[in-house]
């Protein structure tokens, strides 16, 4: 699912919520969206999406499906499908993912590294050869 403004906004949107005036460090790991408006220092992992907020900071290396960046991220970032960067997003460390998107104004102060798509041969059609004789 691919996430917008207002989803960044409606909080029912997520599993794990992090509020503006929320510090925390230590490690989250989890199976559901996550969405950090405070500031959280540590590791973050999920198996489904992360939203770092437009006031988020996030001191921290990250693992998810999909990132999508308005706020700060001052650590590597691992997405098993694509990584955004919002015009107010900031990521200082080295990405990894299938898909990079930056947005006028957002900022990469890092490397990319592309995963290659996983290809799988088309399926052949079947044909049926009728022979005359």
Do not use: C
Request: glycine share 10%.
């Amino acid at each position: 699912m691919v996430k917008d403004r207002k989803d960044f906004a409606d909080s029912n949107q997520f599993d794990t919520l992090v509020g503006k005036d929320v510090i925390v460090k230590g490690a989250l790991k989890s199976d559901g969206d996550i969405q950090v408006n405070g500031h959280w220092e540590g590791s973050v992992e999920t198996t489904k999406d992360l939203v770092i907020a437009e006031h988020g900071k996030i001191k921290a290396d990250v693992k998810a499906e999909n990132v999508y960046v308005a706020g700060e991220i001052d650590g590597n970032i691992y997405a098993q499908e694509k990584i955004e960067i919002l015009e107010t997003g900031r990521v200082d460390g080295d990405v990894t993912s299938q898909a990079l998107s930056i947005e006028p104004g957002g900022i990469l102060k890092g490397s990319s590294n592309m995963k290659e798509t996983e290809e799988t041969e088309p399926a052949k059609p079947a044909y049926e050869v009728e022979e005359n004789d």
